[in-house]
C-alpha cells in the first residue's frame, strides 16, 4: 500500500503563489509518473501537472508559464510551485502517483486532496 500525504494548501489573493507538496511513503519500488489533478465546484477533475519516469513534464494549457511541478527522488516527495494564480485555480488539488510496490504489483495511489483559493 502507496500513501499519499499532501500539504501547502491554503487561500492565496489573485497573483501570488503557493507550493503544494505530496510525500508517498510506504511499500514502493518505483515511481512511474507523478501528477498534481485539480477539481473545481461542479466540474469534473482534470490534469494539472505530471512528471513521467523522473524527466518528462507535461502541463495543462491553462498553468503553462505559471505552474512548474518538480519531484525529490529521495524523499519520493512531488511538488506543485504555482506562481501567478488567478481565481479559476480555485479548486481542490489532488496528487496522484503511479508506479510498482515491492512485489511488482502497479499501483495508482491518490492523496486526500488539499484546497486551494485563490480570492481578494
Known amino acids: 500500500q502507496v500513501q499519499l500525504v499532501e500539504s501547502g494548501g491554503g487561500l492565496v489573493q489573485p497573483g501570488g503563489s503557493l507550493r503544494l507538496s505530496c510525500a508517498a511513503s510506504?511499500?514502493?519500488?518505483?515511481?512511474?509518473?507523478m501528477g498534481w489533478y485539480r477539481q473545481a465546484p461542479g466540474k469534473q477533475r482534470e490534469l494539472v501537472a505530471v512528471i513521467i519516469s523522473g524527466a518528462i513534464t507535461n502541463y495543462a494549457d491553462s498553468v503553462k508559464g505559471r505552474f512548474t511541478i518538480s519531484r525529490d527522488n529521495a524523499k519520493n516527495t512531488v511538488y506543485l510551485q504555482m506562481n501567478s494564480l488567478k481565481p479559476e485555480d480555485t479548486a481542490v488539488y489532488y496528487c496522484n502517483l503511479r508506479g510498482s510496490d515491492l512485489w511488482r504489483r502497479e499501483y495508482n495511489s491518490w492523496g486526500q486532496g488539499t484546497q486551494v483559493t485563490v480570492s481578494s
Open positions: 510506504g511499500n514502493i519500488f518505483s515511481i512511474n509518473t
